[in-house]
């Protein structure tokens, strides 16, 4: 396993963290429960942007840039909603 295997593994376990701990956040009954939810989120996206970071800087992870007709598409789809 190389590093760039390594940083796809914990960037992907880290944002399936992310992910519980923004639904537990979302479904806590408690104040105290909702904000160390909060808590270890925030945490846990740093860790991701941290890592993100790390990868983007090896060129490991660059993101597909949007076309300009797939913009309007998405924007024609929501235009009318609300």
């Known amino acids: 396993m190389n590093d760039k295997?390594?940083?796809e593994g914990i960037l992907l376990t880290t944002k399936g963290v992310c992910d519980l701990y923004l639904h537990g956040s979302i479904e806590s009954s408690t104040?105290?429960?909702h904000q160390a939810f909060?808590?270890?989120l925030d945490s846990a996206l740093c860790?991701?942007?941290t890592i993100y970071n790390q990868?983007?800087?090896h060129g490991w992870y660059a993101p597909e840039q949007a076309?300009?007709?797939q913009l309007?598409?998405?924007k024609q789809k929501y235009a009318n909603i609300g």
């Open 47 to 49: 860790m991701q942007n």
């Open 5 to 7: 295997e390594i940083l």
């Open 72 to 74: 309007q598409q998405v």
């Open 55 to 57: 990868m983007a800087g």
């Open 67 to 69: 076309q300009p007709q």
């Open 31 to 33: 104040p105290k429960v």
């Open 38 to 40: 909060h808590t270890v």
